[in-house]
């Protein structure tokens, strides 16, 4: 990741986010991913300026994230009145996420083995016309 201003993804962050993307996770889930993986914890304004995505990609990013398990919340009060601001940080290292993901993968495709089998059973014993 380089740093500008705030750090942005780099060439080597956006293959890992197309790999994830090919694999099936969407492309925003995966450059928040990124981001949030390289920080200690962050702001969504961060992570909208580091990977370059809108207000609604990343909040439904980090809910995405936090659904899984791989990221929380922490609120901290604004002096005044407003709403509180969000930092996000992972509970996981990146590793173990993709271990996460490989195994939910894997589970997929032995879903569509055993649906592949089954279909190639019924079709065998299908009368031949």
Not at 6 to 33: I, Q, R
Not at 76 to 102: A, M
Request: with cysteine.
């Amino acid at each position: 990741m380089k740093r500008k201003r705030s750090f942005v993804l780099d060439d080597k962050d956006a293959k890992v986010v197309e790999l994830f993307a090919d694999l099936g996770m969407p492309k925003n889930l995966a450059k928040t991913l990124m981001y949030i993986s390289q920080v200690e914890e962050c702001r969504s304004a961060d992570v909208e300026q580091g990977a370059d995505l809108r207000q609604p990609e990343v909040s439904v990013a980090m809910q995405e994230l936090r659904r899984r398990g791989w990221a929380k919340k922490r609120d901290i009060k604004k002096k005044g009145k407003g709403r509180p601001v969000h930092l996000y940080k992972l509970t996981q290292n990146l590793p173990n996420i993709l271990k996460s993901f490989e195994k939910e993968k894997m589970k997929e495709i032995d879903n569509i083995r055993d649906d592949l089998n089954q279909l190639n059973k019924l079709i065998s014993t299908t009368g031949k016309k």
